[in-house]
């Protein structure tokens, strides 16, 4: 396959040809709609785009293969296999993948972490973008391995960032040039080489340096790529400096889902390389063809302003765009978006001290639950599971030492010390636990089945099972003013249910508050609407029965799981209820000894700091 490809304009000039991908129907949706899009939903603009020449993909992978299962109630495997269908059998088809997470909700042990890559290769992908946060090699290094194995093409991938100010240490060109000598020193097989900037934030003369340097390292015969997000407004200035600086291909979006928190727009692109030396192979009428039909396919849905505009501020906190707006769906669902911009400000605390991993996933989540934990919960009271394993070396080393102050209380509140080892090394095999559980269950035990139990197992139980047993809701957010209010649990922004035992009376949240809303019988008229009463933030004893100890939420979260049931006995310490939050699980544990006296939630429910979820009679 040549590097590169040269056009010559009606003048006679010889242009480079810049490759391109098309990210739209997945970092797109991951960007826009926190990956919560259904497949057929979409399908109709992935055979427009096909029919206007477009012939390379992203068409899964990341977030949105777990998103898929968790909030779209599909199988990825199967979206996977339509995209091809409509893609057509000669389309590059490329998903993404995590190192030796891959696309699991935790890191996976080595038979899960092949299988992923056979699995791909089976439902239709040709391509696989594998990077690691911590741009450690030695998570890249069996992974690529298994990669080409499948017979993909595996792209090796340097993570780029914007450290907060007053930090140094990494993230500069002969940092990531001295990574990208550790990919070709340790003999990782790859076909080509992208350096990857979730956040949107590099400096663009850094990006220049970085791939100018890189070519001189690789040579000409090797294919370098640059991906980022327009996020803080850089993204194209970013592209021009990459291709400058010697890059072969970048990766775009199209209307209605680029620019914003997602990649530079294609249009965008094409019209800046005018006059240049270089030029994307397209015909641009045939896109905005293609981008008409996307844009019929997507306007039921619900675009949610941070997407869709410029957010300087992750210049100092570098947040990935496919991930500023899953968090931001996350917390309209928690109703806790008031307290973005304060997360966002604690967030470059814990990059500055956590030892400058790349803001990506799954790091970028690790960086946002605890700063989400330290506004909520106060400054490292509560050191998060992801944030602390990350610190304590648990998913390989971080390009600098993390603060000792905060490995000292991770090290604490988790048990464990730290961790110099390899983290493949003490990972047990899944393939075994996923196939006894199936059987267990009676489910069929096929591949596709034993990799989404493995990849889908939390803290708090196993989603993938719970898919595959038929237990999920489909939550994506929709603007369809023709909904009744009691159709639109989940939807849109505000969320509404019937008042039980009234043919016109409704609960309506909007932005985390709740408010009666009634409705004339038999019309859309509203009578009357009044706020709500405060949810009872009783935290020590019911008033009404002194001996009852009243337990509370101590954070704002869904309740996922509710572990115990009315009149059972239970021991001080005890997990009773699950809560889940920004893709964190925090357990409710028993004050005391005693009996369940009342269950004051349910599966599913939105909850606050203070709320009442169930009550103890002490033994």
């Known amino acids: 396959m040549p590097v590169t490809a040269h056009l010559e304009d009606p003048k006679g000039f010889v242009m480079k040809k810049i490759l391109f991908q098309d990210t739209s129907f997945r970092d797109g949706f991951q960007s826009v709609f926190g990956a919560r899009v259904l497949t057929e939903d979409f399908i109709p603009a992935v055979e427009a785009a096909k029919e206007a020449g477009i012939t390379h993909f992203e068409a899964g992978g990341g977030a949105r293969f777990q998103s898929l299962f968790l909030y779209c109630g599909e199988s990825a495997f199967d979206m996977m296999d339509r995209f091809r269908e409509a893609a057509g059998p000669d389309a590059n088809l490329q998903t993404l993948a995590r190192g030796i997470n891959v696309v699991a909700l935790s890191q996976q042990p080595k038979d899960m972490i092949d299988l992923h890559a056979r699995m791909f290769k089976k439902h239709g992908i040709t391509h696989i973008r594998n990077f690691d946060a911590l741009n450690d090699v030695r998570n890249l290094e069996y992974s690529g391995q298994c990669i080409k194995n499948a017979g993909l093409h595996h792209q090796a991938?340097?993570?780029?960032?914007?450290?907060?100010?007053?930090?140094?240490?990494?993230?500069?060109?002969?940092?990531?040039?001295d990574r990208l000598r550790k990919i070709l020193d340790s003999g990782l097989p790859y076909d080509s080489i992208c350096f990857k900037d979730a956040s949107g934030t590099s400096n663009p003369k850094k990006v220049y340096e970085t791939l100018k340097a890189a070519r001189?390292?690789?040579?000409?015969?090797?294919i370098l790529w640059v991906h980022t997000h327009e996020t803080a407004a850089q993204g194209v200035n970013q592209y021009m400096a990459a291709i400058n600086g010697g890059c072969d291909g970048i990766c775009v979006a199209r209307a209605p889902v680029s620019g914003g928190t997602s990649q530079p727009d294609l249009v965008s692109m094409w019209n800046a390389l005018k006059g240049t030396e270089y030029t994307l192979d397209v015909e641009i009428n045939k896109v905005l063809e293609a981008?008409?039909?996307?844009?019929?396919?997507?306007?039921?849905?619900?675009?949610?302003?941070?997407?869709?505009?410029?957010?300087?501020?992750?210049?100092?906190?570098?947040?990935?765009?496919?991930?500023?707006t899953a968090n931001t769906m996350m917390m309209r669902d928690t109703g806790t978006l008031d307290l973005y911009p304060k997360v966002i400000e604690a967030m470059s605390e814990c990059v500055a001290k956590g030892g400058f991993g790349t803001s990506v996933t799954p790091v970028s989540q690790f960086y946002f639950q605890q700063a989400y934990a330290n506004v909520t919960q106060g400054p490292w009271k509560k050191i998060t599971d992801g944030y602390g394993n990350m610190v304590l070396g648990y998913f390989g080393r971080t390009p600098v030492d993390p603060d000792p102050e905060v490995v000292a209380i991770a090290e604490e509140q988790m048990g464990k010390p730290r961790f110099e080892g390899n983290p493949l090394d003490i990972l047990e095999p899944g393939i075994p636990k996923a196939t006894e559980i199936l059987e267990k269950e009676g489910l069929p035990v096929t591949e596709e089945n034993i990799f989404i139990v493995g990849a889908l197992q939390t803290q708090g139980g196993n989603k993938g099972l719970e898919f595959l047993k038929g237990n999920f809701s489909v939550n994506?957010?929709?603007?369809?003013?023709?909904?009744?209010?009691?159709?639109?649990q989940g939807l849109g922004t505000s969320v509404a249910s019937k008042v039980s035992g009234s043919a016109e009376n409704f609960v309506i949240t909007v932005d985390g508050k709740s408010y009666n809303v009634s409705v004339k019988e038999g019309t859309s008229e509203v009578a009357s609407v009044t706020e709500t009463p405060a949810p009872n933030k009783s935290s020590v004893m019911d008033e009404d029965s002194p001996d009852v100890v009243a337990v509370t939420a101590s954070v704002p979260g869904n309740i996922y799981r509710v572990l115990v049931s009315t009149g059972e006995k239970i021991k001080e310490n005890q997990t009773l209820i699950m809560l889940e939050a920004m893709k964190m699980e925090t357990p409710v544990a028993s004050p005391c000894d005693g009996e369940i006296v009342s269950i004051e939630v349910e599966q599913g429910q939105v909850v606050e700091t203070g709320q009442l979820i169930l009550t103890i009679l002490p033994s």
């Open 157 to 177: 991938v340097v993570t780029l960032m914007e450290l907060p100010p007053g930090c140094e240490g990494a993230h500069d060109v002969d940092f990531y040039i």
């Open 216 to 222: 001189k390292l690789v040579g000409e015969n090797v």
């Open 476 to 488: 994506i957010r929709r603007d369809a003013p023709e909904q009744k209010p009691q159709e639109k």
């Open 291 to 324: 981008n008409s039909v996307f844009k019929e396919c997507m306007s039921g849905y619900y675009f949610p302003p941070e997407a869709l505009r410029v957010s300087s501020e992750v210049l100092l906190s570098p947040m990935p765009g496919g991930a500023l």
